[in-house]
């Protein structure tokens, strides 16, 4: 916000302040609604070096004239204004000071070293023409006091805080967005908040240029017209760049750099005989569509996004495709519709630059014709391998030159059209041998040509005379005379008044039957399976196909599952397999689909996607992992299982040598049938042959008892 005091003020008269350190203008004024003042503007010029510049705002009193202390003050280097007699725009900040509604105020100039030498002058006005408040001047009268500045206001802008509006957002079309229609384009954007008016720009990255001053509104219309002037071509092969700048009292905010890219243009469009398929050459691309247009599928043959093709032709149902780039003339083959792209040269090393192109329906056939600057007769190719390899098709021109303009080939490749200027061509072999056709026009540039695919009926077009096109029937058919013999039958033929009558000739007719070694029949159809029944008429399978008759009885079969005999029923599917899972027999009944399960301890077994491990448990393999040495024994230590010497294990038992065992009710016993029998620490006995013998003599056995 600002207020503007004399700005459009005429007779101009400037506000001195010299002579002495006391003189002092000031300028009072109000604002209905209240006021942040931050900074006064004002203009002004020097004589001399009259020193420091202070302006201070004060409140007024009922005169206008500043009272009380100063609410705000600023200096200003005076010793750097511009000399006589051009004015210097100086700013000085009040500090963000809250004025009342209504109030009047006042702000008071003043140097530090004015003299007659020595002055400013401060921009003002004749006439009191300021309506908001009074000039006053302080000065050396006796007293000094402040009086009227007779008819002088002066010129200055009081200035809120800044508050320059804020950035456009919300662009429409989105920034970065793509195949926006440029034909009507609207631009349109949200106010960020405080704009007053918009500034547009459009055009290229880095040269935009602004299309729309100050205007009120949030959107903008633009055409191909003026986008195509901004750009030097058609704005489809490049970026949109566009910006809104937003501007109010307090200044202007550049706004963010938008972009986007608009539809391609279509440069011709191609459709496939089987009347489905789509091939549009563009300034970003092909773009290709197997649903008549409801669809579209973008197709980079050199992955580039921003590359123009310019020409282009496919087969009937758009699996092969022969298209041109404009950058360079190069030309792209697709054997896959569109999936993959590879570069061919019909003219290998030679520089051609294709001008037209012809595809058969299959795709197999496919004549390109252009200009050669390497071998301007070598200009007209055939490949009857769907593009992969060339040959040079290139008829005797006698008279002008190799300018070629269109070309057709037939759906079996038999038939070649060209065209050029002021001649047409025709072969009928594959474009081994040509002839010259007569066509009856006086002047001819032939500029459109169209052959059916039979090669029956061609179209051109006399670009030398509007509207002039030309038909021509039978050119297939073309009659070559010779001499020849005709058989009994032929000569019937000839005599045949019907098809009928001629299948009667050569035995196919409705009474006859004919015998056939290795026949075979196409273009039949059917709804389902057909056989043969025991009288050899044809029938219809059951469907699904029954077992009895080679089939499985099912609809569907479940994904992964096994197949189970019914007998002549339909076949039982098991669910699919999960991991280690295997049919199991069950007698009388069908295998079912189980895991195998191991025993806790002893084995282990582990199921995985094809695979099944059985492993020993840990206790068991604890043993097997001992080594079998003669006489160990396997005890256990609380934890695993160990081997043992005997030794060991008779010292684990508690009968090694170094031991005393305590042993009660124990019988030794010999071959000999003597036992030694011990019934306590304190009695024993000796038996032979199971009488107590006591201790007899000559015992084998020697015993010694001691009670210590």
Request: charged content about 15%; hydrophobic content about 35%; some cysteine.
């Amino acid at each position: 916000m600002a207020i503007e005091i004399n700005m459009s003020g005429s007779g101009a008269d400037p506000l001195v302040l010299p002579y002495n350190a006391i003189t002092r203008y000031s300028q009072s004024f109000q604002d209905a609604e209240g006021f942040t003042l931050d900074t006064v503007s004002i203009q002004a010029l020097r004589g001399g070096t009259p020193g420091t510049l202070t302006c201070s705002l004060y409140a007024a009193d009922g005169s206008g004239f500043p009272t009380g202390e100063a609410l705000g003050s600023d200096t200003y280097n005076a010793d750097t204004l511009n000399t006589w007699a051009t004015y210097t725009s100086v700013e000085m900040s009040m500090g963000e000071v809250v004025l009342a509604a209504g109030t009047a105020y006042c702000f008071e100039f003043k140097v530090s070293a004015g003299d007659g030498d020595n002055y400013v002058y401060i921009k003002a006005t004749l006439g009191n023409p300021y309506t908001g408040g009074v000039g006053g001047r302080y000065d050396s009268t006796e007293p000094p006091e402040w009086e009227s500045n007779g008819t002088k206001d002066l010129v200055a802008v009081l200035r809120s805080p800044s508050a320059v509006p804020s950035k456009a957002t919300t662009p429409s079309p989105e920034d970065e967005d793509t195949d926006v229609d440029f034909t009507d384009l609207t631009l349109s954007w949200t106010d960020g908040g405080g704009a007053d008016t918009f500034d547009v720009y459009l055009g290229p990255s880095g040269d935009m240029t602004k299309v729309s001053t100050a205007q009120a509104g949030d959107s903008y219309e633009s055409d191909a017209e003026e986008l195509a002037g901004l750009f030097s071509e058609w704005p489809t092969i490049t970026e949109i760049h566009w910006r809104i700048d937003s501007t109010n009292d307090d200044g202007t905010t550049t706004g963010d750099e938008w972009t986007f890219k608009t539809a391609p243009k279509i440069n011709t469009a191609t459709l496939g005989s089987a009347g489905a398929f789509v091939l549009c050459t563009t300034t970003r691309g092909l773009y290709l569509s197997s649903d008549l247009g409801s669809n579209w599928t973008q197709s980079l043959p050199d992955s580039d996004d921003t590359i123009e093709w310019r020409i282009g032709a496919c087969s009937s149902d758009g699996s092969y495709m022969i298209v041109v780039r404009d950058t360079d003339d190069a030309i792209y083959r697709s054997a896959n519709g569109g999936t993959a792209w590879s570069a061919i040269t019909p003219a290998s090393a030679e520089a051609f630059v294709l001008v037209a192109l012809a595809i058969s329906d299959t795709g197999q056939y496919v004549v390109v014709v252009g200009a050669n600057s390497t071998d301007a007769s070598n200009t007209a190719f055939l490949s009857d391998n769907y593009g992969a390899t060339w040959t040079a098709i290139n008829p005797t021109v006698t008279s002008g030159g190799y300018d070629w303009t269109e070309c057709q080939v037939s759906n079996d490749g038999k038939l070649i059209a060209l065209t050029r200027t002021g001649a047409a061509y025709l072969s009928f072999d594959g474009g081994t041998s040509w002839a010259l056709a007569s066509i009856p026009a006086s002047e001819s540039t032939w500029d459109c040509l169209a052959v059916s695919g039979d090669g029956k009926v061609g179209i051109v077009g006399n670009m030398a005379s509007a509207n002039e096109f030309y038909q021509n029937s039978g050119w297939y058919e073309r009659p070559i005379f010779g001499e020849t013999t005709l058989t009994e039958t032929a000569r019937s033929i000839l005599d045949d008044a019907s098809t009928s009558a001629v299948a009667t000739t050569i035995g196919l007719g409705t009474g006859d039957s004919p015998a056939f070694t290795g026949l075979s029949l196409s273009g039949l159809t059917a709804s389902r399976l057909i056989a043969t029944d025991a009288s050899k008429n044809l029938t219809s399978l059951a469907s699904p196909l029954i077992v009895g008759e080679g089939g499985t009885g099912a609809a569907t079969l479940t994904d992964g599952g096994i197949v189970l005999g019914s007998g002549t029923g339909a076949v039982t599917v098991l669910a699919q397999a999960t991991d280690g899972q295997l049919p199991i027999g069950s007698t009388g009944l069908d295998p079912v689909l189980a895991t195998i399960t191991g025993t806790a301890g002893e084995i282990v077994v582990t199921n995985a996607a094809g695979s099944i491990t059985l492993s020993l448990g840990s206790a068991i393999g604890d043993i097997a992992a001992l080594t079998p040495t003669d006489s160990n024994f396997i005890v256990g230590d609380g934890s695993a299982w160990v081997a043992e010497s005997g030794d060991t294990a008779r010292t684990s038992l508690g009968l090694g040598t170094a031991d005393s065992p305590v042993l009660r009710g124990l019988t030794i016993k010999n071959a000999n049938e003597q036992t030694l029998v011990f019934v306590d620490e304190s009695e024993f006995y000796v038996t032979y042959g199971g009488i107590d013998t006591g201790l007899p003599m000559g015992l084998l056995l020697t015993l010694t008892y001691n009670l210590d």
